[in-house]
């Protein structure tokens, strides 16, 4: 990868999770978009190319895994790292079977995400 900021797309339907987490890794330098939801995080990704998606597992419209499904049917190559709470570890496993590149279990430990993040981008 060149110079340019890692491009993040996160997806979780809390947004005082969303509103933290994206101020620390733009202030990490990364460009991160935000969707509330899967139906958002679709058309955003429709709209924008992204390096990497940290993907919610437990969402209100959709599940994290259909999301899944529908991301790596409309970018196969773009590494989803999901984040799941709720003790729905065996539901992230499903994820990692689907195709998501890893998952870390929320709260997760921020240096912890950068270094997935770091993981997943660097196999681009």
């Known amino acids: 990868m060149s110079d340019e900021p890692t491009r993040v797309l996160l997806v979780d ?3 005082g999770f969303t509103e933290v987490m994206s101020k620390r890794l733009a202030r990490r330098g990364m ?3 935000t969707a509330a939801g899967g139906a958002e995080a679709i058309r955003k990704l429709r709209d924008e190319d992204f390096h990497v998606a940290l993907l919610d597992l437990k969402m209100e419209d959709m599940s994290g895994i259909e999301v899944l499904q529908i991301f790596k049917k ?3 190559d773009m590494p989803v790292i999901m984040l799941t ?4 570890e065996e539901a992230a496993r ?3 079977q ?3 590149f890893d998952y870390l279990l929320k709260p997760c430990d921020f240096e912890q995400l950068l270094a997935k993040i770091k993981a997943a981008t660097a196999q681009q």
């Open 13 to 15: 339907d809390e947004t």
């Open 31 to 33: 460009l991160v978009r």
């Open 74 to 76: 409309m970018v196969p």
């Open 85 to 88: 709470g709720h003790g729905s």
């Open 94 to 96: 499903e994820g990692m």
């Open 98 to 100: 689907q195709g998501a």
